[in-house]
């Protein structure tokens, strides 16, 4: 067991102050606007560009192998998450960037497939966006069953098959798309494909109405005879004759599991803030909330789960950067976190009594965006299972 090392460092000190003063200015008010909306933000904002070109992208934890030295991305990424989630959730995957489709391309990509799909992202002038789409109508947490199938003709992949709720798939330059080459196969069958923004095939492209995170856009979509390039299949043949490609791409997933985690860390900080912001103000207007004993424990509920969450989150970050296994650590992380951010939104909603319930208390937002923190990147229940089975032994 190794400890865990909790400092920051001036540069990612800097850059958090600068997600502050961005959070402040843009995502928080460009979340709210969002919400009350009701429509994501366009991938045209000007924020986004402004963004790009200060270098901010979405916090995922996502790097290149540095050329010397250690690995910090997953630290980094826990860091950045947690402050631009607690500033807006939804705007923080709004951010252009990899997102969740660098994983699969830089642990799998052959160095062509890097050089080719990450030139985009080099360019700071235009924000650009990627995707990651493993999710059908009919296949979630067991992703085993995707029916979306992949059948070579000629020196083409002809996908067929349907996507939902794929975060930023319609402004994506390309979407990591998952189909299988045998539906009885499970896992073995998987290959992943990078289907270009254009391609045709792939169409009905429409975004699902969430109750909250409506920042940005998930998307569903249809492959109809969609043809994409042998050059396309993400690393190559030999990739999947080699290792059973499916689990070498999941494991990818290690360093970003804990930032999705902080971003739940985040939203329950935001919603801590809020409560305690407001226990203050009614006392100075004397009204005695804070002087109520329950009001108080609950505060520090709050307080003491965001910290037990954070350090999860760091500590399975921190392994992520040493390459060490860390999977019973960020599905704890994860499990933890978007419990606990629900807990404290519904606390925080609780502690304003019927202020929280009102359309335009901000509480009432976070209370909303928080759900999905327990589905995305592996439901809660799917996480307890991971860490269970690890506890008893059994095999994944
Ligand atoms: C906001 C949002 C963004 C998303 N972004 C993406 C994305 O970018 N790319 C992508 O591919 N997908 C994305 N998803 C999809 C997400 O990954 C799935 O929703 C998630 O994997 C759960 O699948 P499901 O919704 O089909 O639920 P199901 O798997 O059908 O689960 C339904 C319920 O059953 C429980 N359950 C399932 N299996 C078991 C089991 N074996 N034992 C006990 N309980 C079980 C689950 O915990 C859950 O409570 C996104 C989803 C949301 C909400």
């Not at 890097?114 to 360019?123: G, H, N």
Request: glycine share 10%; aromatic share 8%.
């Amino acid at each position: 067991m190794s400890m865990i090392d909790l400092s920051i460092g001036r540069d990612l000190e800097a850059q958090l102050e600068q997600v502050r003063r961005l959070g402040r200015e843009h995502l928080r008010p460009l979340g709210i606007e969002a919400d009350s909306r009701r429509e994501p933000v366009p991938p045209d904002h000007p924020f986004f560009a402004l963004a790009w070109r200060m270098g901010l992208g979405q916090p995922l934890g996502v790097e290149e192998r540095p050329a010397s030295g250690p690995r910090s991305g997953a630290r980094r990424g826990v860091v950045l998450a947690e402050e631009m989630s607690y500033w807006d959730r939804g705007m923080s995957v709004a951010m252009p960037g990899l997102g969740l489709g660098g994983p699969p391309l830089l642990s799998m990509g052959t160095p062509e497939q890097k050089e080719r799909f990450l030139a985009p992202f080099r360019d700071r002038e235009r924000p650009h966006w990627a995707a990651f789409g493993m999710t059908e109508p009919g296949a979630g947490s067991d992703v085993a069953a995707i029916q979306t199938t992949a059948v070579r003709t000629g020196d083409d992949w002809v996908l067929n098959g349907a996507k939902t709720f794929i975060s930023n798939s319609m402004r994506a330059d390309w979407i990591v798309v998952w189909a299988t080459v045998d539906r009885g196969a499970g896992r073995a069958g998987h290959r992943a494909f990078v289907v270009e923004r254009g391609t045709p095939g792939l169409e009905d492209m429409r975004y699902e109405h969430k109750m909250g995170l409506i920042a940005y856009e998930s998307s569903s979509f249809t492959l109809r005879d969609c043809r994409v390039p042998a050059a396309n299949l993400l690393g190559g043949e030999r990739y999947y004759a080699e290792r059973a490609g499916f689990k070498g791409a999941m494991r990818s997933f290690n360093a970003t599991r804990p930032a999705i985690a902080a971003m739940a860390v985040g939203i329950a900080r935001a919603a801590y803030d809020a409560a305690r912001d407001f226990a203050r103000t009614r006392y100075a207007l004397d009204r005695p909330i804070p002087r109520y004993q329950r009001v108080r424990e609950k505060l520090a509920r709050m307080a003491r789960k965001i910290e037990a969450g954070r350090l999860l989150c760091w500590r399975a970050a921190y392994l992520a950067d040493l390459e060490q296994s860390n999977e019973i650590e960020a599905s704890m992380a994860k499990a933890f976190a978007a419990g606990m951010a629900q807990e404290a939104t519904g606390l925080a909603v609780e502690i304003l009594g019927d202020a929280g319930v009102t359309r335009d208390a901000y509480v009432e937002k976070l209370y909303r965006d928080v759900k999905a923190m327990d589905i995305v990147e592996g439901t809660g229940q799917i996480q307890r299972l991971v860490i269970a089975r690890r506890l008893v032994g059994l095999p994944a």
